[in-house]
Nanobody
Framework: QVQLVESGGGLVQAGGSLRLSCAAS????????MGWYRQAPGKQRELVAS??????TYADSVKGRFTISRDNAKKSVYLQMNSLKPEDTAVYYC????????????????WGQGTQVTVSS
């Protein structure tokens, strides 16, 4: 069973920075793709950043401010968030797509539990 544990959220002033971490545990052969999503109160969950291979994608609202990265050895993915704005306030979720030993021909996806990011003006 693969589990994800997120950390790094919190309260920060506008213009500040936070680094979200998402650590995976369990039997993982490889992390093929990763993504960070967010959901603000009353809004739908939206994709903030994703990466597969050498290709990264960012929402227009975070381009130039957020950076997605990973450490394969630690089975972890990260979201560096700089120049934070009040509109970045949301619960942030990580999601990974992995190969597991029992089904190498398939890809499975897992979600983190979410971490609150609050940006004050």
């Amino acid at each position: 069973q693969v589990q994800l544990v997120e950390s790094g959220g919190g309260l920060v002033q506008a213009g500040g920075s936070l680094r979200l971490s998402c650590a995976a545990s369990g039997s993982i052969v490889s992390i093929n793709s990763m993504g960070w999503y967010r959901q603000a109160p009353g809004k739908q969950r939206e994709l903030v950043a994703s990466a597969r291979g050498d290709t990264t994608t960012y929402a227009d609202s975070v381009k130039g401010r957020f950076t997605i990265s990973r450490d394969n050895a630690k089975k972890s993915v990260y979201l560096q968030m700089n120049s934070l704005k009040p509109e970045d306030t949301a619960v942030y979720y990580c999601r990974i797509w992995v190969q597991i030993p029992m089904a190498l021909s398939s890809e499975f996806t897992y979600w983190g539990q979410g971490t609150q990011v609050t940006v004050s003006s």
